[in-house]
T-cell receptor, first 119, second 112 residues
Framework: GAGVSQSPRYKVTKRGQDVALRCDPI?????LYWYRQALGQGPEFLTY????????KSGLPNDRFSAERPEGSISTLTIQRTEQRDSAMYRC?????????????????FGPGTRLTVL | KQEVTQIPAALSVPEGENLVLNCSFT??????LQWFRQDPGKGLTSLLL?????REQTSGRLNASLDKSSGRSTLYIAASQPGDSATYLC???????????FGAGTTVTVRA
């Protein structure tokens, strides 16, 4: 089946502009996550949705960052008044949390990411 | 806060050699541990998820072990191939089961 998709794959913008990054999770996955990855580092958590509810936004760096998932499927991460330090790879993941015999199962599947460059 | 460390940062081996990648984490109260592969220009591919109650998990040439009490996991890749060249990341959720903390990764080069 189709994996997690993200668009655009690359985004170049000028400082001060707003950008919107889109994530389309795997069908049936109720949980959706946004991460940000700097070069040479692992991804860092930004925010998490369960269905349409934003359960945790503790990783959003400041109030210029916001995310929504209004119908519990596609999600949009919006960055207002972009700054050069916002340049990074933005990754989306989805999962279907379930209880298995071995324990709580929550394998996250990642999309290809959006490479954001702020000039 | 969960801290994840991966050693070594880079590894270069001739084709056919076995690979050993190490991951350590500071908080042993984890639900599970995931190993990912990252290729340039592509997303993260989930390789293995090992539950906290398991000691190892196998998929093909890959074997991951987990020692929760000592905060360590090891990914073994048998009989490496040039196609195994990539960056390998390990990740663990913290006190919740969803906020993954990642290591910086081990970049592997397999020489033909």
């Amino acid at each position: 089946g189709a994996g997690v998709s993200q668009s655009p794959r690359y985004k170049v913008t000028k400082r001060g502009q707003d950008v919107a990054l889109r994530c389309d999770p795997i069908s049936g996955h109720v949980s959706l996550y946004w991460y940000r990855q700097a070069l040479g580092q692992g991804p860092e958590f930004l925010t998490y949705f369960n269905y349409e509810a934003q359960q945790d936004k503790s990783g959003l760096p400041n109030d210029r960052f916001s995310a929504e998932r209004p119908e519990g499927s596609i999600s949009t991460l919006t960055i207002q008044r972009t700054e050069q330090r916002d340049s990074a790879m933005y990754r989306c993941a989805s999962s279907f949390r379930r209880v298995a015999r071995q324990g709580y199962y929550n394998e996250q599947f990642f999309g290809p990411g959006t490479r954001l460059t702020v000039l | 806060k969960q801290e994840v460390t991966q050693i070594p940062a880079a590894l270069s081996v001739p084709e056919g050699e076995n690979l050993v990648l190490n991951c350590s984490f500071t908080d042993s109260a984890i639900y599970n541990l995931q190993w990912f592969r990252q290729d340039p220009g592509k997303g993260l591919t989930s390789l293995l998820l090992i539950q906290s109650s398991q000691r190892e998990q196998t998929s093909g040439r890959l074997n991951a072990s987990l020692d929760k009490s000592s905060g360590r996991s090891t990914l073994y890749i048998a009989a490496s191939q040039p196609g195994d060249s990539a960056t390998y990341l390990c990740a663990v959720p913290g006190s919740n089961d969803y906020k993954l903390s990642f290591g910086a990764g081990t970049t592997v080069t397999v020489r033909a």
